[in-house]
């Protein structure tokens, strides 16, 4: 069976490097590598020291020049690290080269980021998901250096210079396990196109039940998931980790005027996604696309937080969701209550269309419900109705889908105000009295 060596988990402390190849980029190398380091750290790897190096020309072999590559492993050594972790991508040849000079296992940022997501994937979608970008990261890396590769295979047709010895030993089995690669990457694809079809039937009935969708969206670690339990009330994990959340959850609300509004969680995204497990997690991305409106999370308190910003715009119109109505919530607000120009500088960044709140103190949250059940008026009427009491479907249908204002009794007929969804008031029209005024009762 094929096997894939689980580096992150061999080692203990790493050596970051971030390699940028135009002085312009200087700044943004360096948050990218901070923002490396609390990915390490997700994995539990200790971080003994980094470096920020700019390359005019990029090496075919090393990604730095060989000289540099010679200093920066002296570096990590020194420091008694056991792991070089790079910010780049690198190739697989780039990596073994590095493996090769160094003796010390190199990861790049794809690798950290598909260990944090095999980490936290729960479901059977996503746990798919995670081991197809896996198999397929792995698939061209190869190499006589995990150690079942070493085992000689045993020669068929007796000992007169058939079989796998004569090709040398191991040389077989690399073949064989590339092969198991790519057959259980085929599985997984049928397994993950058969949950994806299954998530389209759940989709298409939501659809035809006409009740509108919210995708919450974001930059990992922004909020999403408090966000969802402090208006639904539920209990979705919620932590202050990087991608606490793979799996999408979908809780139904009520908003005051008694619509009900589907909200779904989203995966976190984070700059630099590798573009791999954007393709491996477009079916769980996909209710970002199919959703009526976005809200796109945001923390208020983060030095970058244009850049977190922009990145999940610029995801989010590769999946085809770039033009959808967006809901701009500024989340932890408390966290700069003692710095008005920022609250000022961030309302003016986005013309004063974004909400500010704090879903640790729950500042902002009924302002924030109340601009969605704004967004949602034109899908709901008041109707004042007069139904037979032989029709209690009816009257159940308003207590599950729509809000009841006011109920009285009158001879057989059920006296009710009540706020109806569009998609339901063709069964009450006949039941309607225009003329009849009723005061919602406490």
């Not at 040398?168 to 590339?178: F, M, Y």
């Not at 589907?262 to 573009?275: A, C, E, I, M």
């Not at 479907?393 to 001879?411: N, Q, T, W």
């Amino acid at each position: 069976m094929f096997d894939v060596r689980e580096k992150p988990q061999l080692v203990e402390r790493a050596f970051l490097i971030g390699v940028y190849f135009d002085r312009a980029e200087a700044d943004d190398a360096q948050s990218l590598l901070e923002e490396l380091e609390e990915l390490v750290g997700t994995l539990g790897i200790g971080v003994v020291g980094r470096a920020c190096v700019f390359v005019r020309d990029r090496n075919f072999k090393y990604l730095t020049g060989t000289g540099k590559c010679t200093e920066l492993i002296a570096e990590a050594k020194s420091l008694d690290s056991d792991c070089i972790v790079f910010d780049n991508e690198l190739a697989p040849m780039q990596q073994r080269a590095w493996e090769g000079e160094g003796k010390l296992t190199v990861i790049d940022r794809e690798e950290v980021i598909l260990d944090i997501f095999r980490m936290r994937a729960h479901t059977r979608e996503a746990s798919l998901q995670v081991e197809l970008a896996r198999m397929q990261y792995s698939l061209p890396r190869l190499t006589r250096m995990w150690s079942h590769l070493d085992r000689q295979r045993g020669a068929s047709g007796g000992g007169k210079g058939g079989g796998g010895a004569a090709r040398g030993e191991g040389e077989q089995q690399i073949e064989v396990d590339r092969r198991l690669a790519r057959g259980r990457i085929g599985r997984l694809k049928r397994e993950l196109l058969a949950v994806r079809q299954n998530r389209e039937t759940q989709r298409k009935q939501r659809t035809d039940l006409g009740i509108p969708h919210a995708a919450i969206v974001g930059y990992t670690n922004a909020g999403k998931s408090s966000l969802l339990n402090k208006l639904s009330g539920s209990d979705v994990l919620a932590e202050d980790k990087l991608f606490a959340t793979l799996d999408p959850t979908t809780r139904r609300i009520q908003m005051p005027d008694g619509q009900p509004l589907l909200l779904t969680d989203t995966v976190g995204f984070v700059r630099n996604l590798p573009h791999r497990l954007v393709e491996a997690f477009k079916a769980t991305l996909e209710e970002s696309v199919l959703a009526d409106f976005l809200i796109h999370v945001l923390d208020a308190s983060a030095p970058r937080v244009y850049d977190f910003y922009q990145t999940t715009v610029d995801v989010l119109a590769e999946l085809g969701a770039g033009d959808k109505q967006t809901v701009v919530v500024l989340n932890k607000i408390d966290l700069i209550a003692d710095d008005p120009d920022r609250i000022h500088e961030l309302k003016k960044h986005f013309d004063g269309n974004a909400v500010l709140v704090s879903m640790h103190t729950g500042e902002g949250v009924d302002g924030l419900i109340a601009h969605l059940n704004d967004l949602l008026i034109d899908r709901v009427a008041r109707m004042n109705l007069r139904i037979p009491q032989a029709r209690p479907d009816l009257v159940a249908l308003l207590h599950r889908e729509g809000k009841i204002l006011s109920e009285d009794y009158e001879g057989n007929d059920i006296l009710i105000t009540a706020i109806v969804p569009n998609t339901y008031r063709h069964q009450y029209v006949e039941f309607e009295e225009v003329s009849r005024s009723a005061s919602p009762k406490p």
